[in-house]
């Protein structure tokens, strides 16, 4: 069965590092979606992705962050310039068609020290 | 704006015992509804879906839900609980004007005792 995949599955930086998250959507998928849920809290949307650039993003999605896909098959997730509060579990998320149920990968714990 | 609220943090039902997790959201017109499971480790899976048409789903292992319009809820049931549905469940609304982003609710730890 097709799944979503997220790489690295734990990622430890220090404050102030960039880093990369990484997932490969299914492949005929059109949406891609970045969620996170940080330690005993909702999980919230951060920003959606289709046609090749961002259609809608939260409060939290801030210049910090940027999304891409590189080469149509990876979605990635960069943090330029983390922070302590930027530790959380990162979901990626997508689905064939606007209103349809999304998928999700297995998500990437990121841990700022 | 939309919310979604699931009441119980925390449930332990008995072994072979039933089941039934809240979900209430608060959404002026029918949304699409959603219940998914995240076991330790794992991502998050879709249990069932609800877009229009007969208000009872069904989902996978043996899970269903019920959408009431006039109580805006989405409870998830089980009528057996397996020691193997210990995982965290969460309720999550997609407001179709607002794009395709979900709103999830804080989740529901299952405790299953044998």
């Known amino acids: 069965e097709p799944e979503v995949t997220q790489t690295p599955s734990h990622q430890v930086t220090q404050m102030g590092q960039e880093v990369i998250l990484r997932c490969v959507p299914i492949?005929?998928?059109?949406?891609f979606y970045w969620y996170r849920q940080i330690l005993g809290q909702k999980v919230e949307f951060l920003v959606s992705?289709?046609?090749?650039?961002?259609?809608?993003k939260s409060e939290i999605f801030d210049d910090q962050f940027s999304v891409e896909r590189p080469d149509g098959s990876n979605f990635t997730l960069k943090i330029r310039s983390t922070k302590l509060e930027d530790s959380a579990m990162y979901f990626c998320?997508?689905?064939?068609?606007?209103?349809?149920?999304?998928?999700f990968g297995q998500g990437t714990r990121l841990t700022v020290v | 704006a939309q919310s979604v609220t699931q009441p119980d943090i925390h449930i332990t039902v008995s072994e072979g015992a039933s089941l039934e997790l809240r979900c209430n959201y608060s959404?002026?017109?029918?949304?699409?509804l959603f219940w998914y499971v995240q076991s330790p480790g794992q991502g998050l899976q879709l249990l069932l879906k609800?877009?229009?048409?007969?208000?009872l789903v069904q989902g996978i292992k043996g899970f269903e839900a019920e959408f009431k319009r006039s109580q805006s809820s989405f409870n998830l049931r089980k009528p057996s609980v397996h020691w193997s549905d210990a995982a965290e469940y969460f309720c999550?609304?997609?407001?179709?004007?607002?794009?395709?982003?979900?709103?999830f609710g804080a989740g529901t730890i299952l405790r299953v005792k044998s």
């Open positions: 959404y002026g017109a029918t949304p699409y």
């Open positions: 609800y877009f229009s048409g007969d208000t």
């Open positions: 992705f289709y046609n090749n650039e961002i259609s809608e």
């Open positions: 492949s005929n998928h059109l949406y």
């Open positions: 998320a997508s689905q064939t068609k606007k209103n349809t149920e999304a998928f």
């Open positions: 999550a609304v997609g407001p179709p004007e607002y794009g395709n982003k979900l709103v």
